[in-house]
């Protein structure tokens, strides 16, 4: 199945433009890179994934489950974050707000909930979910170790408006919603 880049743009500008998913760039993910950029490259390599290994996958639940996948909406490196082993915690938050906000559909609550299998031992239900999971294990590698990683993808949304680029000290050029 071929890569649609308007498809997948399209699918993700419809949540990016909600002021609470902007929001995520307010929190650091890992390394030097916000839960937002963090959410929209997992949604986009998952979305890629299916498209190259040619799956039977609701793309556009895939997409949205992949950029709601960590929306629990604070720095769990913070001690204000709520009680709990945050690894454990955070997909059931993220989920919560999901249904909350957009009503999120049982695929997106399922990629949303088991996201961090095998961690949390209760396995995905459906192929989008295991996507997402694999998506998510890849970009967070990549995040800690190839901070670079992200980009390409930034540069697309920073061109069609979607986010913008700071300067950031040391001259590098950071990102934000
Ligand atoms: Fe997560
Ligand atoms: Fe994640």
């Given at each position: 199945?071929?890569?649609?880049?308007?498809?997948?743009?399209?699918?993700?500008?419809?949540?990016?433009?909600?002021?609470?998913?902007?929001?995520?760039?307010?929190?650091?993910?890992?390394?030097?890179?916000?839960?937002?950029?963090?959410?929209?490259?997992?949604?986009?390599?998952?979305?890629?994934?299916?498209?190259?290994?040619?799956?039977?996958?609701?793309?556009?639940?895939?997409?949205?489950?992949?950029?709601?996948?960590?929306?629990?909406?604070?720095?769990?490196?913070?001690?204000?974050?709520?009680?709990?082993?945050?690894?454990?915690?955070?997909?059931?938050?993220?989920?919560?707000?999901?249904?909350?906000?957009?009503?999120?559909?049982?695929?997106?609550?399922?990629?949303?909930?088991?996201?961090?299998?095998?961690?949390?031992?209760?396995?995905?239900?459906?192929?989008?979910?295991?996507?997402?999971?694999?998506?998510?294990?890849?970009?967070?590698?990549?995040?800690?170790?190839n901070p670079n990683h992200n980009q390409k993808?930034?540069?697309?949304?920073?061109?069609?408006?979607?986010?913008?680029?700071?300067?950031?000290?040391?001259?590098?050029?950071?990102?934000?919603?």
């Amino acid at each position: 199945m071929e890569i649609n880049n308007l498809y997948l743009v399209r699918e993700l500008s419809i949540l990016l433009m909600d002021e609470n998913v902007r929001a995520m760039a307010n929190y650091r993910q890992h390394g030097n890179t916000d839960t937002l950029t963090h959410c929209i490259s997992v949604a986009v390599v998952a979305y890629r994934m299916a498209c190259r290994w040619n799956l039977n996958v609701d793309l556009s639940s895939l997409i949205r489950g992949g950029l709601l996948h960590d929306y629990f909406l604070y720095d769990w490196h913070s001690e204000d974050r709520p009680r709990g082993h945050h690894g454990f915690m955070h997909p059931g938050i993220a989920r919560k707000n999901a249904v909350r906000d957009f009503d999120a559909n049982e695929i997106e609550q399922d990629i949303i909930h088991r996201h961090m299998w095998p961690m949390t031992v209760i396995p995905p239900r459906h192929l989008e979910s295991y996507l997402v999971c694999l998506a998510d294990k890849w970009c967070t590698l990549q995040e800690v170790f190839n901070p670079n990683h992200n980009q390409k993808t930034l540069e697309i949304f920073c061109a069609i408006g979607i986010i913008q680029t700071v300067p950031e000290a040391g001259g590098s050029i950071g990102y934000r919603a």
